[in-house]
């Protein structure tokens, strides 16, 4: 693969509600795009090509061709090839491959990626039931009030029947999420107060909502969007240049994996027979982006933002990442390795369950939070040291998967 370099970009404040604001879709996708251009000082003349990432804003807004906005935004955009990506809560990751893909293939110069949702703007219900269309209609969605939850409290039941896995280990993993989530200020739980209750099985400050799942094991969708800009080495070191560095300052993608399984979880179980991991998929996603980065193993990483949708999704990620072997997950939370200070820091953003999570921008704001990992500007939420920074993106049932490796 050919070196593709990250300039920089921006997100928004995921505690923003855009609807109390009086603002619809296209004044989030603006005000992101244009805060990215200032931030990075990035000539909107030089953007070949521009990407979305977005899942679901037809249900929840009314709103399709999210690629159309581009023009509105500036009017050096009007007249750019541009198109929206879907792949549930990994659209914004597959608007990353595509952008990447038209660098690679020589077309272009410059991308930009903007990954978008708007979520707060509907009641719970309905919002679980847009929700539901990344999961086979008619077939997983029935019998269950949260579609999503229902999934992966099964995922645990999995765990539970195969390892043993104490539901204690999930709560550990809320509770590290959410106080990440703290020192973000992007972050929609920064202001919340939460207490020892509220990790426990207390039903009044933890309730349950599906299977062993409880409030605080869940990810907070929000509104929210994120931008990142990519660029070829000749755009990389002009681009440098202008800003008194050098290129080897600027973060590059190492690595990338992508696969595809099918749709429903028994099918995935069914295909997974016999093999250690639950989803040996999942492995090979993390597998291809360490070869292509050429890095033995994940160990060599200084951290990870990974899809924590769940608690659940979170402790199946660490031994399918290779962390540990294979339903030892409970081993990375004991020895602190997970943490803020440890071997392989999880999620330092405060991930989906702290930060939230504004499903068609989450795979863009992962990336830009590794930009900001190994270019030292994280601020409170900084891995001492950080060079190379793993991401892990999924949607549906681990149904589209994408790793990628960022570092200089």
Partial sequence: MSNIYILGGSQTDFARNWTREDKAIYDLFADTLNQALEETALD????????????VSALFTGQAQLNGFFGHVHPALHNIPTSRHEAACA??????????????AGHYNVACVLGIELMRNVDGATGADHLGAAAWRGIETEGCTYPWPHMFANLYDIYKERYDTPIEYLREIAKNNFANAKKNPNAQTRGWQLNDDSFSDNDQANPIIEGQLRKQDCGQITDGAAVVFLANEEYAKQYAKQRNLSLEDLPRIKGWGHRTAAMLMDKKLELAKGSPLVFPHVKDTFDDALRRAQMPNIHSLSGLEVHDCFSMT???IIDHSGLTAPGESYRAIDDGSIFMGGKLPINPSGGLIGLGHPVGATGVRMMLDAYKQVTQQAGDTQVEGATDFGIFNLGGSATTCATFVVGK
């Fill in 91 to 104: 659209s914004g990751s597959m608007a990353l491959l595509a952008a990447m893909r038209d660098i690679e």
């Fill in 44 to 55: 909107p003349q030089d953007i070949d090509v521009a990407h979305v990432g977005n899942f």
């Fill in 314 to 316: 979170e402790y199946m």
